[in-house]
């Protein structure tokens, strides 16, 4: 080659690339960038919706599980007295302030309960309160649960063996009892079978078992009131019976719970006679809604025959808390719920032409006379849901069928 030529190719060179091979390269690398970052975008939205949908998921599963909890221990003070103690007006005192009958609202979303007349609240293990039918707020439109709880060292039933008088109760044995210990004073039905009011009391915090004498149970403490509204220690008749719960705190204390799902999808409890640190607290999140259904042995074989709704008929509120013979006898019949669990994602997706969740949601569906179906509106569609659903026995219940 010439060293004309040689110089030529060189100056070629050096001269770079054109200004329509350096578009084509932009050209191309915004393709490919645009390609990269939609790959990115996908995967992020996957993510994102893998994250969430597990999030519901994995507090559903607590939610549940404490459920679970509450349900199987419900009632374990009871079964002894079970017969004549469903149904009756529970009266209570914290430290001389009235818990039972309920003498002001209570804190949303438990503030439109409605169990009967003048704040009264029936002993029950356990009671479903319907949901509003029609409502538009997921809150009013769940289920509540109404149950007794949390009673690991009770379940004593100790009858009297005498009049009480205001500081004491005369039982045939008070050495089942520990100083401090909750008690409730429970009263034979009246000759029409309606229930007679029953009274929380506490045994004081000095009473020594081994030093009990005659049987005598010794009354003092926060929870200790000579009268309640219509409900008095010497007011019992000697047929009476002292159910212990265990003790005022602690993990051995008695619950008396009030569950419910209220505002941002929170699933909360309220903790009636205040044996906690607090007496309304956060359970689980994400919980949209909840409904539930009994569980009822209708023949007396001890197995669950069929399943019914809390709204209406026999198993509707006012006939369970009727407080009479029949009302106590249907209590006994219910052996399990049906716990129904809507959770919902606490991220709004993105809007976008087809909704994310189009519905209806569905919870029993293997019970067609008791399917829930669940419409979603346009917002609620763009979340995304889960459902979940457990059958949980009410073991204190069983015990009493077992024993018939």
Known sequence: MSRTNRTAASQRRQAGVTLVELMVA?????MLSGVVFGVLASFEGR????TTGNDAEQAGQLAMYKIDRWIRSAGAALPQAAKFAYGCPLHAVRSNRQLLPLDAALAAPFDKLNLGKSGVIRLAPVLILPGKKGATVNSEASDQLVLLAGVPNGGVAAPFDGAASGAALKLTYAGDFAGGDLALVVDQPDDAGARRPCLLTQVA????PAEAVGGSLPL???????RVGNASIDGFTDSAF?????AESGSGAPQFLLLGVGKDNVLYTHDLLQTGAAAQQAQADSVFEMHALYGIDSDGDGKVDDWVSPAEGEYGVEALMAGDDLAADRLQKILAIRIGLLMRTSLLEKEEKEPITKGPLTLFSDLEARKFSRTLSGDEQRFRYRTIEQTVPVRNNLLIN???
Request: positive net charge.
């Open 220 to 226: 003092n403490g926060t929870y200790y009131a000579e």
């Open 47 to 50: 993510k994102r919706t893998l």
């Open 26 to 30: 932009m050209l191309l690398g915004m």
């Open 205 to 208: 915090s000095d009473f020594k």
């Open 402 to 404: 077992k024993d018939k």
């Open 242 to 246: 002292a159910l212990r719960l265990g």
